[in-house]
Structure formats: structure tokens, C-alpha cells
């Protein structure tokens, strides 16, 4: 694991330094800052293989890299939650960049912007299978706005918007399948590009369930085209098309129809059947107008913390999102274009203090001990239990999940999805949890119905599409609920909220009782300030020794405590001693 500490360019704990680091057996990269990290030169390469780049571990607003390009030529490499925002700075460049031959490649939930070449490229020997899912791609800057070359060979792209861009949306050459599926094209000049090539070859894709809008102002005659006879007389481009959606009257009101072969103006092969894609994970698909909606709530780098202040996305994300709901016709010439937006049309990605992580192995001490797990021992890399070849017991991943993965890829999945942390439920100092859930569902607008199920580790209850969530009393460890919400057109959703109840308690202010002698977490020597009632100590209670207390000044401490504070204000002197540790 290695932590990125500050924003500078390069130096240790930059983000270069940790993609320039990387050891044989691979790391996953987390962030204890949020902002942007300034790309100097052509590019920033990534070469090395195995890697992790987590941006959901930003504390604050999350991670983003501009000024240049960011290129992937390793194999195995997962990037979540991160921005790419390349920027008209006079130099041609793309703001993501799959290099020849790279393999196993998943992106999921970024964003890509303020390209002056395409948004995200692949070149030369094709990449092989990529996934690119819950994404944003959107204002490559004219006068070139485009959003991506796809020379792939095995490819999927799920639930994407590909928005804002005059051209290549993407232009695709995929020598093995791609498979399109889920996506909404939005204000596309171009749009799906089909080879455009007179090369002999055999380039072959699925479009399946996929969404084509124009807005006002920008009306196309077709979705899909340029495919042609290759030098030779032969068609070099086939295509399954299916399912798919097409809005191209301009009236901002979303009511597409299935055109099928009629939105494509190409020379190409129909298929009467998908092309199959032998050894892929086949993407569950939904209706084009159901995808549409998940994308709107959930796509792009997010801030899923219930206890974050801000909005689910940053500034940028929001306007893009704004303009597809409301059929926003826009293009840039310099991502300063984007009135009203700060940073010169960047955004601004504040920072937050990061939470503890004590044995720095990319899960913070709260996290490990709510689990039970020690804080001190680096053990990211311990597999979690599994049986017949699937997990087992507690996890915050979905059920069914196949076995292997780490309690680190555990901690990185809980951040993915909605959740939040709850401290402990104690008697005589109630928690719970109460959020918005309409805040995860914002594509389901036209009267939203929520139900919530499968509460584990408390009970939770819905007023409206607010839950509150209440611990069961004295829990700690994983917790959490199901939530489905149904709109007008009977379009329903269901995801996972995760709650983690943390070891101790909300912080209390003790006195001192003065009826026994013993500091521990099981003897009830302490008065409540606020209730005066009777209680035991827990970790980050704040205590006092008063001169009330005093008949009591020999102090017993058999074990280790944690509190928060401890004040001694009395006459009497008090004494602590015992083979414990405060």
C-alpha cells in the first residue's frame, strides 16, 4: 500500500512517485488528500502492472489529475473514483491514455474532460479486454472535441455518458468484440463512429440497450455511421444492434423510440445475433430508459459518505449531469467556458484531514477496530473467509461474491457504495443514523417510492425516502440495509447501504463516582454530567476526578484505556496505578 500525501507534482509521497515504485508483486495506491495533482510534460505513464489507484479514499471532495495526459501501459491495473481533466494548456494531448498492448484494464467511475486530442484514446497493438463502466466522458475542447479512438481488441463500456463532444463518441476499430451496452450518447456531433476506415479487417460490435439524445439546437440524422468498403470492396465493419433508444426531436423532453437499423447511416454487416464474447463477465443488462436513470444517480466519481456536506459530485459532474437532464445543448473551446464554475472551469476539490491509519495499510484504525482487526499489524492482505468457492459470514461485499479478495478490497468496496460510520449504541447514550437516500437516486425523480429490507446489525425504518437506522445496543462490526426505490413509470432500483458501528461509543462526559476503585470497561464507577445516571467507561469518554469522587483517590487501572480527555480537578490527590495503561 502506498499513501499519497500531498498534491505536488512529484517527490515522496507523490502520486508519481507511487506509480514509479511499484515492487513485482503490485500495490494499491490511496489518498490522505483531495485536490488536484498538476501532470507535467507529455504525459505521466504508468508501466508497472498489479496496481491499484483508489481514488475513493480521498478525504474531502476526492482526486483529480489535470494539465497533461495520464497514460496505462501496464497490465492489471483497476482506477476508481479519479478525475481526468487534461485542459486546454496549448498543448495536444488526451486526458486518458491506454498504451499498445496493455491488458486487463478496469476503469470505473471516473470522469474524462478538457481533452485537446480525444477524451481517452488506445493506440498502436491493440489493448485487450478493458472495461470502462459508471463513467463520465464528456467537452473534448474544439475545435477537435472528441471523445475517443478505440482501437481495442476485447472491450466492454456499461452505463457511461458520453457527452458534449462533436466527434468519436467513440470511434471504434475493435479487431476482437466491443461490447456497447447501457450507454447514453448525449449531444453528440458525429456520434458512434464505425471504423471509418478503408483498411481490410474485421472489426465487430454489440450496441445493445443504449440510449442516442439530441438536444435542441443540435439535431442528427443519424446515431451510428462511417462504416465503408475497405480498399479491396469488402465491408470491414459488423454490428448487433439492439434495444436501443434514439431522442432526436429536440424537445427536451426524454421520449425515445426504438429506430433500430434506421439510426445507423454506414456500409457494414447486420447481425442477426450478438457477437460472442467467450470467457467475459456478461454485463446484466437494463432498459435503456432504466440505465439512463442509474447513470443520472450514479455515474462519475462520487462522494457516497452519508456524513459528507457536499453534493454526490463535484462541480464539474453536476453541470454535466444538469445539462443531460435538461437536454442542454454545449460545447467548449476552454473548460473556462464553464461559467460559473470555479478554478477556470476546473472546479475546486477541497481537501479534508484524513482519517488514522496507524500500521499504514490503507485502512484507517476505526475501520480495523470496529472489526475487531489490529490497527497496529499491517494485515490488508488477509483473504476474508470464503466456503465452496464464495464468501461467507459478515462482508460488506455482495452476496455471492466469489472468494479471494482481501480485507483491504473489502475496506475499498464499502467507500464505493452508499454508506456511513455509527458510533457504537450503548445504554444511556442512544445513536443511529438518519440519511436522505433520494441523494443515490437522483435519476428516479417522478414520485420516488423507497422500501428498505435485510436491516442487519440494528432496525431501520423510512419516512418518505429518509431512513433512520439504529444500531442494535452494544453491536460493533458490519451493518447496514437494502434499499429499493420505485418511480412513476415503475422503473426500481435496489442497492446496499453499509454501516460500519464503530467499537466505542458517542464521547461522554464521566465524573468520577468514588463507590470503587476500579478503571476498567466493566465497572459501573461513573456519573453521566448530563443525567446523572450510573455508567461503565468506553473508549473517548471524556472523565473527570472531582473532589466529590475523592473517598475513592486510589485509582485501580488493570488494562489499557483510551479516554478522551481526563481532567483532575480536587483537593484530594488521587493515584493511579495497576499494570493497565491510559
Given at each position: 500500500?502506498y499513501?499519497?500525501t500531498?498534491l505536488?507534482a512529484?517527490?515522496?509521497?507523490s502520486?508519481?512517485q507511487?506509480i514509479?515504485?511499484?515492487?513485482a508483486?503490485?500495490?494499491?495506491?490511496v489518498?490522505?488528500?483531495s485536490?488536484y495533482?498538476?501532470?507535467?510534460?507529455?504525459?505521466?505513464r504508468?508501466a508497472?502492472?498489479?496496481v491499484?489507484?483508489?481514488?475513493?479514499t480521498?478525504?474531502?471532495?476526492g482526486?483529480?489529475?489535470?494539465n497533461?495526459?495520464?497514460?496505462?501501459s501496464?497490465?492489471?491495473?483497476i482506477?476508481?473514483h479519479v478525475r481526468?481533466?487534461?485542459?486546454g494548456?496549448?498543448?495536444?494531448?488526451?486526458?486518458?491514455?491506454?498504451?499498445?498492448?496493455?491488458?486487463?484494464?478496469?476503469?470505473?467511475?471516473?470522469?474524462?474532460q478538457f481533452?485537446?486530442d480525444e477524451?481517452?484514446?488506445?493506440?498502436?497493438?491493440?489493448?485487450?479486454?478493458?472495461?470502462?463502466?459508471?463513467?463520465?466522458?464528456?467537452w473534448g475542447?474544439?475545435?477537435?472535441?472528441?471523445?475517443?479512438?478505440w482501437?481495442?481488441?476485447?472491450?466492454?463500456?456499461?452505463?457511461?455518458?458520453w457527452?458534449?463532444?462533436?466527434?468519436?463518441?467513440?470511434k471504434a476499430?475493435?479487431?476482437?468484440?466491443?461490447d456497447?451496452?447501457?450507454?447514453v450518447s448525449?449531444?453528440y456531433?458525429?456520434?458512434?463512429?464505425?471504423?471509418?476506415?478503408s483498411?481490410?479487417?474485421d472489426?465487430?460490435?454489440?450496441?445493445r440497450n443504449?440510449?442516442f439524445i439530441?438536444?435542441p439546437?443540435?439535431?442528427r440524422?443519424?446515431?451510428?455511421?462511417?462504416?465503408?468498403?475497405?480498399?479491396n470492396?469488402?465491408t470491414?465493419?459488423?454490428?448487433?444492434?439492439?434495444?436501443?433508444?434514439?431522442?432526436r426531436?429536440?424537445d427536451?423532453?426524454?421520449?425515445?423510440?426504438?429506430?433500430?437499423?434506421?439510426?445507423?447511416?454506414a456500409?457494414?454487416?447486420?447481425?442477426?445475433?450478438?457477437?460472442a464474447?467467450?470467457g467475459?463477465?456478461?454485463?446484466?443488462?437494463?432498459?435503456p430508459?432504466?440505465?439512463?436513470?442509474?447513470?443520472?444517480?450514479?455515474?462519475?466519481?462520487l462522494?457516497?459518505?452519508a456524513?459528507?456536506?457536499g453534493?454526490?459530485r463535484?462541480?464539474v459532474?453536476?453541470?454535466?449531469i444538469?445539462?443531460?437532464?435538461?437536454?442542454?445543448?454545449s460545447?467548449?473551446?476552454?473548460?473556462?467556458?464553464?461559467?460559473?464554475?470555479?478554478?477556470a472551469?476546473?472546479?475546486t476539490?477541497n481537501?479534508?484531514?484524513?482519517?488514522?491509519?496507524?500500521?499504514?495499510?490503507?485502512?484507517p484504525?476505526?475501520?480495523?477496530?470496529?472489526?475487531?482487526?489490529?490497527?497496529v499489524?499491517?494485515?490488508?492482505?488477509?483473504?476474508?473467509?470464503?466456503?465452496?468457492g464464495?464468501?461467507?459470514?459478515?462482508?460488506?461485499?455482495?452476496?455471492?461474491?466469489?472468494?479471494g479478495?482481501?480485507?483491504?478490497?473489502?475496506?475499498?468496496h464499502?467507500?464505493a457504495?452508499?454508506?456511513?460510520?455509527?458510533?457504537k449504541?450503548?445504554?444511556?447514550a442512544p445513536?443511529?443514523?438518519v440519511v436522505?437516500?433520494?441523494?443515490?437516486?437522483?435519476?428516479?425523480?417522478?414520485?420516488p417510492?423507497?422500501?428498505?429490507?435485510?436491516?442487519?446489525?440494528?432496525?431501520?425504518?423510512?419516512?418518505?425516502?429518509?431512513a433512520?437506522?439504529?444500531?442494535a445496543?452494544?453491536?460493533?462490526?458490519?451493518a447496514g440495509?437494502d434499499?429499493t426505490v420505485?418511480?412513476a413509470?415503475?422503473h426500481?432500483?435496489?442497492?446496499?447501504?453499509?454501516?460500519l458501528?464503530?467499537?466505542?461509543?458517542l464521547?461522554?462526559?464521566?465524573?468520577?463516582?468514588?463507590?470503587?476503585n476500579?478503571?476498567?470497561?466493566?465497572?459501573?464507577?461513573?456519573?453521566?454530567?448530563?443525567?446523572g445516571?450510573?455508567?461503565?467507561?468506553?473508549?473517548?469518554?471524556?472523565?473527570?476526578?472531582t473532589?466529590?469522587?475523592?473517598?475513592?483517590?486510589?485509582?485501580?487501572?488493570p488494562?489499557?484505556i483510551?479516554p478522551?480527555?481526563v481532567?483532575?480537578?480536587?483537593?484530594?490527590?488521587?493515584?493511579?496505578s495497576g499494570?493497565?495503561?491510559?
Open positions: 500500500v499513501t499519497v500531498h505536488n512529484s517527490g515522496a509521497g502520486f508519481a507511487g514509479a515504485t511499484v515492487p508483486s503490485g500495490r494499491t495506491i489518498f490522505a488528500v485536490g495533482i498538476p501532470l507535467s510534460g507529455s504525459y505521466l504508468l508497472s502492472s498489479k491499484t489507484i483508489a481514488g475513493q480521498a478525504p474531502g471532495d482526486i483529480g489529475l489535470r497533461s495526459s495520464f497514460r496505462i501496464g497490465d492489471d491495473v482506477v476508481r481526468f481533466r487534461h485542459g494548456n496549448g498543448s495536444g494531448g488526451v486526458c486518458l491514455n491506454l498504451a499498445s498492448g496493455s491488458e486487463r484494464c478496469m476503469l470505473d467511475h471516473i470522469a474524462m481533452s485537446t477524451n481517452m484514446s488506445s493506440f498502436g497493438s491493440p489493448p485487450e479486454n478493458l472495461t470502462l463502466q459508471w463513467s463520465l466522458n464528456a475542447l474544439l475545435s477537435h472535441s472528441a471523445g475517443g479512438l482501437d481495442q481488441s476485447h472491450a466492454t463500456c456499461h452505463h457511461t455518458l457527452a458534449h463532444n462533436h466527434t468519436r463518441d467513440p476499430r475493435p479487431s476482437g468484440v466491443l456497447w451496452v447501457n450507454n448525449f449531444d456531433g458525429i456520434g458512434f463512429i464505425m471504423g471509418d476506415s483498411t481490410p479487417a472489426w465487430k460490435a454489440n450496441v443504449c440510449y439530441c438536444p439546437g443540435n439535431i440524422g443519424y446515431a451510428l455511421s462511417r462504416a465503408s468498403l475497405d480498399r470492396g469488402n470491414n465493419f459488423s454490428l448487433y444492434l439492439d434495444n436501443c433508444r434514439w431522442d426531436d429536440g427536451t423532453v426524454l421520449d425515445g423510440t426504438n429506430a433500430g437499423y434506421g439510426m445507423v447511416s456500409t457494414y454487416d447486420q447481425l442477426s445475433a450478438p457477437i464474447t467467450t467475459a463477465v456478461p454485463v446484466t443488462m437494463d432498459d430508459t432504466l440505465a439512463l436513470k442509474k447513470l443520472v444517480s450514479s455515474s462519475g466519481p462522494r457516497l459518505d456524513a459528507y456536506s453534493p454526490l463535484d462541480e459532474d453536476t453541470r454535466l444538469a445539462n443531460l437532464i435538461t437536454q442542454t445543448h460545447r467548449l473551446e476552454r473548460e473556462s467556458d464553464l461559467t460559473g464554475i470555479s478554478g472551469g476546473f472546479g476539490l481537501s479534508a484531514a484524513a482519517p488514522v491509519d496507524t500500521d499504514r495499510d490503507g485502512m484504525d476505526f475501520y480495523e477496530l470496529a472489526l475487531g482487526w489490529n490497527h499489524v499491517q494485515d490488508h492482505n488477509t483473504v476474508l473467509a470464503s466456503s465452496a464464495v464468501l461467507t459470514g459478515s462482508t460488506f461485499m455482495p452476496a455471492g461474491t466469489v472468494a479478495y482481501t480485507r483491504l478490497e473489502e475496506y475499498l464499502y467507500l457504495i452508499p454508506h456511513a460510520t455509527v458510533p449504541n450503548v445504554a444511556g445513536t443511529g443514523l436522505d437516500l433520494a441523494k443515490f437516486t437522483s435519476g428516479f425523480s417522478s414520485a417510492v423507497f422500501t428498505a429490507t435485510g436491516a442487519a446489525g440494528g432496525s431501520v425504518s423510512l419516512t418518505g425516502s429518509v433512520a437506522f439504529t444500531p445496543v452494544n453491536f460493533s462490526g458490519r440495509f434499499f420505485t418511480d413509470a415503475g426500481s432500483w435496489r442497492q446496499h447501504f453499509a454501516i458501528v464503530s467499537a466505542s461509543a464521547p461522554r462526559e464521566l465524573v468520577w463516582k468514588g463507590a470503587g476500579v478503571w476498567d470497561f466493566s465497572a459501573a464507577n461513573w456519573l453521566r454530567t448530563d443525567n445516571t450510573t455508567v461503565t467507561f468506553s473508549t473517548g469518554d471524556r472523565v473527570a476526578f473532589q466529590a469522587g475523592s473517598a475513592q483517590a486510589s485509582v485501580s487501572v488494562g489499557a483510551a478522551g480527555s481532567e483532575v480537578d480536587a483537593a484530594a490527590n488521587y493515584t493511579f499494570a493497565g495503561a491510559i
